[in-house]
């Protein structure tokens, strides 16, 4: 079972900032296959990225994802007050057939 | 517009089964490609997916959990079904159902809040 393991835990930035996600598998993992989620508190998850770099539909160009192998990265190149959230990562794995989801990196206001 | 709604038992005691619904619209399970997933949120952690039933009635399961989880589809009523056998107070989480085009899970329900306590 492939790990996802993200970084850092907890990243404090202030509005304007850029963002730097990063998620790294244990072992390699298919583009087509990785995805980036936000959160907020009380709400369900929102598909932000799929395919390591595509982004959802109604999701700004502000988010992009970046990544091949085991190393992937979500940017936020200028952060927005709505963008504080916590963000996963997950990939698929097509043999067995199954999720993972990373840990998640919470991004807050300096 | 696709919606997913959660519906089940806030609370359950140990050793019980849980049984949750997924009531979804703007999609169609019969389509091809088309999938459902669940997956739990416990407080506080991580998230954990738990199975997926597919279009043509294949069904994944999460490997640490498979001998407890079934999950099935009434197509008719747009419904999917998750049943969770043996529920202990570790299970206690908010359960998601979502919906899965081929392999990205791209909708999600609101969530429901199941808590294991006798």
């Known amino acids: 079972e492939i790990v996802l393991t993200q970084s850092p835990g907890t990243l404090s930035l202030s509005p304007g900032e850029r963002a730097t996600l990063s998620c790294r598998a244990s072992?390699?993992?298919?583009?087509?296959?990785l995805a980036w989620y936000q959160q907020k508190p009380g709400q369900a998850p929102r598909l932000l990225i799929y395919g390591a770099s595509s982004r959802a539909t109604g999701i700004p160009d502000r988010f992009s994802g970046s990544g091949s192998g085991t190393d992937f990265t979500l940017t936020i190149s200028r952060l927005e007050p709505e963008d504080f959230a916590v963000y996963y990562c997950?990939?698929?794995?097509?043999?067995?057939?199954?999720?993972?989801f990373g840990q998640g990196t919470k991004l807050e206001i300096k | 517009q696709v919606t997913l709604r959660e519906s089940g038992p806030a609370l359950v005691k140990p050793t019980q089964t849980l049984t949750l619904t997924c009531t979804f619209s703007?999609?169609?399970?019969?389509?091809?490609?088309?999938?459902v997933s669940w997956i739990r949120q416990p407080p506080g952690k991580a998230l954990e997916w738990l199975a997926r039933i597919d279009w043509d009635d294949d069904k994944y399961y999460s490997t640490s959990l498979k001998t407890r989880l079934t999950i099935s589809k009434d197509t008719s009523k747009n419904q999917v079904v998750l049943t969770m056998t043996n529920m202990d107070p570790v299970d206690t989480a908010t359960y998601y159902c979502?919906?899965?085009?081929?392999?990205?899970?791209?909708?999600w329900g609101q969530g429901t809040l199941v808590t294991v306590s006798s």
């Open positions: 703007g999609f169609s399970l019969s389509t091809s490609g088309m999938c």
């Open positions: 979502a919906r899965t085009n081929n392999w990205n899970i791209d909708y």
């Open positions: 997950q990939q698929y794995g097509s043999s067995p057939k199954m999720y993972t």
């Open positions: 072992q390699s993992v298919s583009s087509s296959y």
